[in-house]
């Protein structure tokens, strides 16, 4: 694994930062144009200005640029929700809201969702720290949602992993359209009930 993916690896500097933003926005274009397949690595070099060889010490694959891409994608929905936060009383009613304004978001570019889960499901365990990276940002929005006066309980955190894990699989069972929008809002809605049952008042 290179310096650039390891979790403890130095911060970069604003050039650094500023060519990663510049590789991360041309993996979204090209997978919003053609999906999965469409994401090339020397096309993506050649969209965002850096050398073959630069791309991949930045990102050592596809798959850890495409995770990465998920990442970013998610970093931005988050600071939007923090915006413009879920307006149902209840906690469950939140998240639930949360969660489909985050699947209509991944709807309107499907190509681009499908490449970001097609990585996350090829990531091996070279890719686990981008992977966790993606499963902290959706607790942190999960969280955020439910909108807890103190630190979410072992039941809660129990209770928020199950709802990650029913998201990403309506994800992949929508994208492969063995599931319609309909019964996605239905499942996400079902699963977001445990949040209740784990209410410690």
């Not at 209840?90 to 499907?110: D, G």
């Not at 499901?121 to 990276?133: G, I, K, N, Q, Y």
Request: net charge positive; with cysteine.
């Amino acid at each position: 694994m290179t310096a650039a993916s390891k979790p403890a690896s130095l911060p970069l500097t604003e050039r650094q930062e500023a060519r990663r933003r510049r590789i991360l926005h041309a993996s979204a274009q090209l997978a919003s144009r053609g999906g999965f397949e469409a994401v090339q690595m020397r096309e993506v070099a050649e969209s965002s200005g850096v050398a073959l060889g630069t791309l991949y010490r930045y990102f050592p694959s596809k798959v850890h640029l495409l995770v990465a891409t998920m990442q970013d994608q998610l970093q931005r929905l988050h600071e939007t929700l923090r915006k413009r936060p879920p307006t149902e009383e209840e906690p469950s009613a939140r998240v639930a809201q949360t969660l489909m304004r985050a699947f209509r978001a991944m709807q309107r570019e499907p190509h681009l969702a499908e490449a970001m889960v097609r990585a996350l499901t090829f990531a091996d365990r070279s890719v686990s720290p981008e992977v966790d990276t993606v499963s902290r940002l959706t607790t942190a929005i999960i969280l955020d949602a439910m909108g807890l006066p103190g630190s979410p309980t072992p039941a809660q955190l129990s209770a928020v992993r199950v709802i990650e894990h029913t998201w990403h699989s309506a994800l992949i069972t929508w994208l492969s359209g063995r599931a319609s929008i309909a019964q996605v809002k239905i499942d996400i809605e079902t699963v977001c009930r445990l949040i209740d049952l784990t209410n410690p008042n």
